[in-house]
């Protein structure tokens, strides 16, 4: 007897098991780079990760450390000791902190951020604890993540012209007691957008209640050298992420991690799956803090294209382009039908062999090499003429 498989069900009828919510759910669409084999001939400008990958010396010493001291057959180190002691002392140098010293045990490490958004979701809002504020256009993971949590999301406008935060709806959404908001995502500087907070955001986030967790992404730190860490200390609601997928070149190796009260941390850790991360990506991750001054040395040339990339943009009439504070710039097309037009233009400079992002109503364009800028702008200006 042989017994055929059923097609699986349609999203017409789902699985009466599954949340119903969770069907409706538009999930982050990943970049195809890691299942799909590689195109040599696009350039990737659509995810902000570095254009350049680890040198080959440092692949090398990476790979001896695999072959030599990683047992393949060992749990890896679920402490990460080594790894937070090096993350510790990268902040503060980084920071410049003339105060209290940043210690490992205000230190987690996720598998990216991601891990570290989702585990604070899990120690603040799950269960009807509480729902989450963002402020679009934003980083969609926020959102994606309370919502397969079940967690409410209150979405606050920015300014249409420079993306500042409408903090009058911030503050009544905040005073809003009915589902309390207990966590509040700020980016600095916002993705897509690219714009670094302002001093008056800043004050409102000092303003909030110290029963609001307020979560500070600094994802692209490297790239904008401005972070609120010194302020930590003062205040205990506060946590800063930030990643080493982009500026550090290790988004292959899924690192993130989080400064914040020691109390918070330990909750973090808590919550958090024992063997977070692999044996490798812990390696890689303590190999590129050794070797940050050379790796961080192509900065300089990636905010120096960033500008060259601007003012290029600016000379094309039919697109609105906003400086940036990150390795990235955001733009839209200007005219009665924005929305097709940017979908357009983005199929087409796929077809040419640029992938840029179309997101939160803009273009988000990664910056590259600068070869591959000089094909964005030439591209761009030729496709927008
Ligand atoms: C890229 C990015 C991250 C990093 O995520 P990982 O999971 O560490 O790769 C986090 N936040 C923002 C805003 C980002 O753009």
Request: with cysteine.
């Amino acid at each position: 007897m042989t017994t055929t498989y059923q097609q699986p069900a349609t999203v017409a009828t789902p699985l009466p098991f599954l949340r119903s919510e969770l069907t409706r759910l538009q999930a982050y669409t990943p970049h195809p780079g890691g299942t799909e084999e590689p195109s040599v001939e696009i350039d990737r400008l659509d995810t902000n990760e570095s254009p350049y990958d680890l040198p080959v010396v440092l692949k090398q010493e990476l790979a001896q450390i695999w072959e030599l001291s990683i047992e393949s057959n060992r749990y890896p180190d679920g402490g990460h000791n080594r790894l937070k002691a090096a993350i510790a002392s990268y902040v503060m140098e980084s920071s410049a902190l003339n105060q209290a010293p940043i210690l490992p045990s205000q230190i987690s490490v996720g598998n990216g951020s991601d891990e570290l958004l989702r585990s604070i979701l899990i120690a603040t809002c799950v269960g009807g604890a509480g729902s989450i504020m963002v402020a679009g256009p934003t980083f969609s993971m926020y959102g994606i993540l309370a919502q397969t949590l079940g967690i409410p999301v209150v979405s606050v406008a920015r300014s249409v012209v420079n993306f500042e935060v409408d903090l009058d709806a911030a503050r009544s959404a905040t005073r809003d007691r009915q589902i309390p908001i207990r966590v509040v995502f700020m980016v600095h500087p916002n993705s897509p957008t690219g714009n670094a907070l302002t001093a008056a955001e800043l004050d409102w986030m000092r303003s909030l209640p110290t029963d609001i967790l307020v979560v500070i992404d600094e994802a692209y730190f490297e790239f904008s050298q401005q972070t609120v860490v010194s302020e930590l200390a003062q205040h205990p609601n506060w946590i800063v992420l930030r990643t080493f997928s982009k500026a550090l070149r290790l988004a292959a190796h899924r690192v993130g991690y989080a400064v914040g009260h020691p109390q918070l941390i330990a909750t973090l850790e808590q919550v958090r799956l024992p063997y977070n991360l692999p044996s490798i990506s812990l390696a890689a991750a303590e190999l590129v803090l050794q070797h940050r001054q050379s790796l961080l040395a192509t900065i300089p040339e990636t905010i120096s294209e960033r500008d060259r990339l601007f003012t290029a943009l600016t000379k094309i009439a039919n697109l609105q382009v906003w400086s940036s504070d990150a390795n990235f710039i955001y733009a839209r097309i200007k005219g009665a039908n924005p929305d097709l037009a940017m979908t357009e233009l983005v199929a087409q400079l796929k077809i040419q062999g640029t992938s840029i992002r179309h997101t939160g109503g803009g273009l988000r364009i990664s910056i590259g090499t600068p070869a591959e800028n000089e094909r964005t702008m030439l591209r761009i200006s030729q496709l927008s003429t």
